[in-house]
Nanobody, 115 residues
């Protein structure tokens, strides 16, 4: 079982920045990958970014150049640095971890981009 705890969400003005954190209850060396998804009100959950731990990172087209996913193995934590935020980035952001073909999810953290 893998438990994930997200933090770092909040209210930010357009153009601002936030850094989300996702702390795992296990060593992230044991995971195949970690990713961030988001869900806007009335919409389906969508992929945002993924880190396959040294093999590759991947981003949704709309966040490329603005968001960066990176990890701290010592802290068993994956981060999502979000810059130049737009109102359309608003939503609940969920952390995802994959291990042995199982997917685990955090509880989500709210990000609101509004003036």
């Amino acid at each position: 079982q893998v438990q994930l705890v997200e933090s770092g969400g909040g209210l930010v003005q357009p153009g601002g920045s936030l850094r989300l954190s996702c702390a795992a209850s296990v060593s992230i060396f044991s995971l195949n990958a970690m990713a961030w998804y988001r869900q806007a009100p009335g919409k389906q959950r969508e992929f945002v970014a993924a880190d396959t731990f040294g093999r590759s990172t991947d981003y949704q087209d709309s966040v490329k150049g603005r968001f960066t996913i990176f990890r701290d193995f010592a802290a068993n934590t994956v981060y999502l640095q979000m810059n130049s935020l737009k109102p359309e980035d608003t939503g609940v952001y969920y952390c995802n971890a994959n291990r042995a073909s199982f997917n685990y999810w955090g509880q989500g953290t709210q990000v609101t981009v509004s003036s």
